[in-house]
């Protein structure tokens, strides 16, 4: 199965740089430091229950995560607070842009889901709760080192800076939600938080390195006793399913049918329960703002391997 996977792998990383970069998306582009990125890169790395590892392509090289955090802010603010965190933030798809900030008034300030933005800046604002936002970064960094069991992982500060410059849309959101008294700090410091994370660097090794406690039932890969109990990481994949690639997520999972998360940096964390963590990366982006060819490739090897979990 192993020699078959790494051919599998290996095959599908040479069709995606077989694409011509005009076929792949645009790269984002209102975070002004993620337009540098090549638009030509292409990243693959399986990782399986067994700890044995395939990569392909530009696996290797750190790309922005942007949204790819909002599954480990989830999870850190899940074993802070526990289900309490269900009274400030949904579980529903929105149906609508990761950004927007439309359902927020009708719906008192709740975003729909964690893995929105307007969600992801609650569950920064749970993670700032008795810290000063440097100490809260700094966590949110210390677990995802651990995760992947790697403490070269850092936040690219040029990125960060740049979502500092430019979030107005965020901005809006963290404001409109601290009127209703979702976000409870000074939402400049929320947000502060919240950018620099979405700025974590992060190579496609380590991002299916630091999700494969999705795929163990919430064990740590390293043998190191448990990140989540097997209920949490469960309906942690459930939530990447119905939620994590946006108003794209009915789509993903009718193509690929593997809980996944989306990153406007081009990558794409994939889950398959009691199998492999995956991670993919090609910047061009689709309407929806996920990853064209990162969500090929997934479908690419869904097919060729079987996974699924339907
Ligand atoms: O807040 C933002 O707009 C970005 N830091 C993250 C958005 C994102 O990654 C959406 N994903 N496809």
């Given at each position: 199965?192993?020699?078959d996977l790494?051919?599998i792998?290996?095959?599908?990383?040479a069709e995606?740089?077989a694409?011509?970069?005009?076929?792949r998306g645009v790269?984002?582009?209102?975070i002004?430091?993620l337009?540098?990125v090549?638009?030509g890169?292409?990243?693959?790395?399986?990782v399986?229950?067994?700890?044995q590892v395939?990569?392909?392509g530009?696996?290797?090289e750190a790309?922005s995560?942007q949204?790819?955090?909002k599954?480990f802010m989830?999870t850190l603010?899940?074993?802070?607070?526990?289900?309490?965190l269900w009274?400030?933030?949904?579980?529903?798809?929105?149906?609508?842009?990761?950004?927007?900030?439309v359902?927020?008034e009708?719906?008192?300030?709740?975003p729909?889901?964690?893995?929105?933005?307007a969600?992801a800046?609650v569950v920064?604002?749970?993670?700032?709760a008795?810290?000063?936002?440097r100490e809260?970064?700094?966590?949110?960094?210390?677990?995802?080192?651990?995760?992947a069991?790697?403490?070269?992982?850092?936040?690219?500060?040029a990125v960060a800076?740049s979502e500092?410059?430019?979030g107005?849309r965020?901005a809006a959101?963290?404001?409109y939600?601290r009127a209703f008294?979702?976000?409870t700090h000074?939402?400049?410091?929320?947000?502060?938080?919240y950018?620099?994370v979405?700025?974590?660097?992060?190579?496609?090794?380590?991002l299916?390195?630091?999700?494969?406690f999705l795929?163990?039932?919430?064990?740590h890969p390293g043998?190191?006793g448990?990140?989540?109990?097997a209920?949490?990481a469960?309906r942690i994949?459930a939530?990447m399913l119905?939620?994590?690639h946006?108003?794209?997520?009915g789509?993903f999972?009718?193509r690929v049918?593997?809980p996944?998360?989306?990153?406007v940096?081009g990558?794409i964390?994939?889950?398959v329960?009691g199998?492999a963590s995956v991670a993919?990366?090609s910047?061009?982006?689709n309407?929806?703002?996920?990853?064209t060819?990162?969500a090929?490739a997934?479908?690419?090897?869904?097919?060729?391997?079987?996974?699924?979990?339907?």
């Amino acid at each position: 199965m192993s020699a078959d996977l790494e051919t599998i792998v290996a095959e599908i990383a040479a069709e995606m740089a077989a694409v011509p970069v005009a076929r792949r998306g645009v790269p984002a582009s209102y975070i002004p430091e993620l337009a540098k990125v090549d638009p030509g890169r292409f990243g693959l790395a399986v990782v399986l229950a067994d700890g044995q590892v395939h990569v392909a392509g530009d696996a290797d090289e750190a790309f922005s995560i942007q949204s790819i955090s909002k599954v480990f802010m989830l999870t850190l603010a899940l074993g802070k607070i526990g289900d309490g965190l269900w009274a400030r933030v949904g579980r529903e798809p929105s149906g609508n842009a990761f950004n927007s900030i439309v359902q927020l008034e009708a719906e008192k300030g709740i975003p729909r889901n964690p893995f929105i933005n307007a969600g992801a800046l609650v569950v920064a604002d749970v993670l700032l709760a008795g810290h000063a936002p440097r100490e809260a970064i700094g966590e949110i960094l210390q677990f995802v080192r651990y995760l992947a069991d790697d403490d070269s992982i850092v936040v690219d500060r040029a990125v960060a800076r740049s979502e500092t410059e430019t979030g107005f849309r965020n901005a809006a959101l963290a404001n409109y939600m601290r009127a209703f008294g979702t976000i409870t700090h000074a939402p400049e410091l929320t947000l502060g938080v919240y950018f620099h994370v979405c700025a974590l660097a992060m190579s496609c090794r380590q991002l299916a390195l630091a999700g494969r406690f999705l795929a163990l039932d919430g064990r740590h890969p390293g043998g190191r006793g448990r990140v989540v109990s097997a209920e949490r990481a469960r309906r942690i994949a459930a939530l990447m399913l119905t939620c994590g690639h946006y108003d794209g997520s009915g789509d993903f999972a009718f193509r690929v049918g593997i809980p996944g998360k989306s990153g406007v940096g081009g990558g794409i964390l994939a889950v398959v329960p009691g199998v492999a963590s995956v991670a993919v990366w090609s910047p061009g982006l689709n309407a929806v703002g996920n990853s064209t060819l990162g969500a090929a490739a997934l479908e690419q090897l869904a097919r060729r391997t079987g996974w699924s979990v339907f």
